[in-house]
T-cell receptor, first 114, second 116 residues
Framework: AQSVAQPEDQVNVAEGNPLTVKCTYSVSGNPYLFWYVQYPNRGLQFLLKYITGDNLVKGSYGFEAEFNKSQTSFHLKKPSALVSDSALYFCAVRLEGGSYIPTFGRGTSLIVHP | EAQVTQNPRYLITVTGKKLTVTCSQNMNHEYMSWYRQDPGLGLRQIYYSMNVEVTDKGDVPEGYKVSRKEKRNFPLILESPSPNQTSLYFC????FGQGENGNTIYFGEGSWLTVV
């Protein structure tokens, strides 16, 4: 079985400050991990993924995430938040070589205040 | 341009009136899926398809049907819609290859469905 937890329903941060959106996962093997962003009235857009290799993954719009196997985490980070980063963020996981079906977290609403 | 296209984007219908939401992808992806998104519940998978003529139930399949007669199309059918199916629906597709875009899920823009 595989699961994803996004422990915060909402994250508030001031513009210019660093941001972190948390994600922890559970799989019975090697994970493939993903972050997606959803802007209001839009579909989900791919931000970044970890498949293998370097634990620090860089993605779109200045976002990055670090795969931490010992803590089973894949937190999304950005050094300096923008108001335009305000959106709903989803973490997803699937098992390498598994059923190919990803499991999504419930989403975290990021609000960046001017 | 890589795209997942779903129609209609917005629909208000009445209870019991059959409707179909179409989904088409132009990336030759094997895997396609339907999700519904509801406040506080995140994304829940309705049905998925691993390839042509191969479909399976997701987490919330009741009240829905799908078909996969062609690789590019994966319509979602509500035979007798009810108000509890009022939701935002997303179609998605992906490939399982090892290339740069392998395993990346592409989503449609969403279909807002209201059943009254």
């Amino acid at each position: 079985a595989q699961s994803v937890a996004q422990p915060e329903d909402q994250v508030n941060v001031a513009e210019g400050n660093p941001l972190t959106v948390k994600c922890t996962y559970s799989v019975s093997g090697n994970p493939y991990l993903f972050w997606y962003v959803q802007y209001p009235n839009r579909g989900l857009q791919f931000l970044l993924k970890y498949i293998t290799g370097d634990n620090l993954v860089k993605g779109s719009y200045g976002f990055e995430a670090e795969f931490n196997k010992s803590q089973t985490s894949f937190h999304l980070k950005k050094p300096s938040a923008l108001v335009s980063d305000s959106a709903l963020y989803f973490c997803a996981v699937r098992l390498e070589g598994g059923s190919y079906i990803p499991t999504f977290g419930r989403g975290t609403s990021l609000i960046v205040h001017p | 341009e890589a795209q997942v296209t779903q129609n209609p984007r917005y629909l208000i219908t009445v209870t019991g009136k059959k409707l179909t939401v179409t989904c088409s992808q132009n990336m030759n992806h094997e895997y396609m899926s339907w999700y519904r998104q509801d406040p506080g519940l995140g994304l829940r998978q309705i049905y998925y398809s691993m390839n042509v003529e191969v479909t399976d139930k997701g987490d919330v399949p009741e009240g829905y049907k799908v078909s996969r007669k062609e690789k590019r199309n994966f319509p979602l059918i509500l035979e007798s819609p009810s108000p509890n199916q009022t939701s935002l629906y997303f179609c998605a597709s992906t490939s399982f290859g090892q290339g740069e875009n392998g395993n990346t899920i592409y989503f449609g823009e969403g279909s807002w469905l209201t059943v009254v």
